[in-house]
């Protein structure tokens, strides 16, 4: 399965013959080990709602795996995403490795969701009720919403997962792969944002949603069904577990890394893409033999020895196949050339279609075979070897998923040549005297030859612009909280500026060399204080004022006079400072959470908006974590809700048009006269 890629028809028979001859009975699919699984499976669990099992012997594996894993943990041993930080913070080390899964969790939940009410009941699957019942019970390949991918792509993720770790090689425990087959199981589908994702260190933020799923986090939500029903709904992630007696787990740190790092969503919807992708293949052969006869060509284009001749793999296989496609018809013209008045040779669309069709089929090939070689292994990191005696935990890159890029490249070059031969064909067939070197499709028998495509422009342009509505929405919040920062700081240093001098003054001043330039030292010292500050911005706070303060020494030493009483002055001064500049943070930054507004510091544009996010949709100044904590008080706006949940309220004022009629009451105010203006002219 996992060999070289081999001929086209070879994967084609034995993928659909995998698709129409199930094992039939309830957990009858073969149980997955870590290298069993195909894309026949994962479009039998993720369309049709297949169940799936996980082998006796992955499970064994699974279970030495993190039992391997915890015995190196309990050694100290410095181990990436357990007691260190993540990606270029791993130099940091940490003995919370509870809240540090926590915070990864809260970190990678950023996505953007349309929002959904679920008081509203049913959601129907599909609203064209003239669908058979064998139609509706196949759930949609494409998304319904801009922001939500398709059940069946989560559903194939949770496999793909489910058949990485199975490998027994990435710690986690077996509870964990429980509760995710509990959720293909019951048909609880976490709801995932479509974009977010750059497949850096694997698909990180679409997992953790799954991640988030499982441990039954309340600002999470899911898709519910019945097995085989044809209606769903959305429900929060706590209630759903609850509605289908799921007990949310408590994830260890090394669970939490192991199912947020991997290939595993890139390589389901790539699996999805190449069924999709074999299919289309098939019939462009088969349109192909048709449209030679329905245009009354020949079979010599298609002879073996053309073939044999320059014997790409991919066209001697398409040249067999359309000449056996060929075989018996009578409208096929074996005598072409015999008349002195007929075209001797086929146009290009058929002539060279095998040479065309062919390297396509060598791609998909070899596409096949790299998606169905990533379904089929480990890609998290770190992997520990447990195989041995002394087992080793080892960092690579396995989640770098450039073969899936590889693979859906070709099948979308792939899917562009098919359609252009088709299209080619198509057109002769319409109208047999059209250019075909046209990219335009024409109409009304080539009447209509030039037109401008603008619906399928405006389409494309429109997909665009919502991938583009994604950046200022949350560029809005990151500007309003970086608004709330700097009035937090504002408010601070105007707070802290006249102890800061007295204390400073009152310190040293009779040790000055010159007691005359105090009031030039202490302007100097504050200057020189709040520089350090801005340059100090990635620190904490603690260290952050820490170098804010000993960056006063050089300016403080040359002005003092030469004695042990004006030294031990001056550590006074200093530690004075940095007791009373924390406190006073803390304090200022726990009354800025509560009720701080920056309004007062911004221009007219700035302060329409920052009250309109504010105020309107209700989205608070994130303060620190208890800012999105669950709150007791469930009304209380702005809190128990991730940053997606906060980006997407921005997402749905926009589409509904709210936030354009405060954008453009901005605009408004720069037409009305402005005396300010007027008078600098």
Known sequence: MMGSPGRLNEVLLTHWSRLENPPAGPHAIKAINGHNLDIATVVLVARLNAAVQVSDDAQHAIIKGAKAFEAKSATGEAIYGINTGFGGSADIRTKASNKLKEDLLSSLHYGILAETTTSQGCLDHDKDSQETDLLKSVLRLTHEFATVMPESWIRASILVTLNSLAHGVSGITLPTIEALLRLLDCSVTPRVPLHGSISASGDVSPLAYI????????????????????????????????????????????????????????????????????????????????????????????????????????????????????????????????????????????????????????????????????????????????????????YGGNFQAKAITSAVEKIRQGAQSIGRILFAQCTELINPVTSLASHVQTAEMGNQGVNSLALISCRYTLDALDILSSLPLQHLVAVCQALDLRALQWRFLATLEPEFRASIRQSIATHLANPESIDNLLDRCWNTFCARLDATTTLGSVPRFSEAIASLQPLIMPSLMSSGEAFRALVCCNEHLHDFTRKLFTDIRRQYVREGDAAELLGRASKQMYRYIRKDLGIRFIGGPETLAVPADPEQSGTGLTMGALNSRVRAAMVAGKLYQVVMGCIKETERPNPSVLAKL
């Open 211 to 394: 991640a988030g799923v499982l441990e039954g986090k309340p600002s999470l939500t899911v898709y519910t069904r019945e097995r085989q029903n044809t209606q769903r709904r959305v429900e929060r992630a706590d209630i759903a577990l609850t509605n289908n007696s799921m007990t949310p787990i408590v994830l260890t740190a090394r669970d939490c890394l192991a199912l947020d790092n991997g290939t595993s969503v890139s390589a389901a919807v790539a699996a999805l893409a190449m069924h999709e992708a074999l299919g289309l293949a098939a019939l462009s052969q088969v349109l192909t033999a048709m449209s030679v006869e329905a245009l009354r060509g020949t079979d010599e284009s298609f002879d073996p020895f053309l073939a044999a001749v320059r014997p790409h793999l991919g066209q001697v296989e398409s040249s067999r196949n359309i000449s056996i496609m060929l075989e018996g018809s009578r409208l096929v013209d074996r005598g072409r050339g015999l008349d002195a008045s007929s075209l001797r040779q086929d146009h290009y669309s058929l002539r060279t279609a095998s040479q065309w069709l062919g390297p396509t089929l060598e791609d998909l090939s070899l596409a096949n075979t790299q998606i169905t070689v990533e379904l089929n292994s480990a890609t998290d990191n770190p992997l520990i070897d447990a195989s041995i005696s002394r087992p080793r935990v080892l």
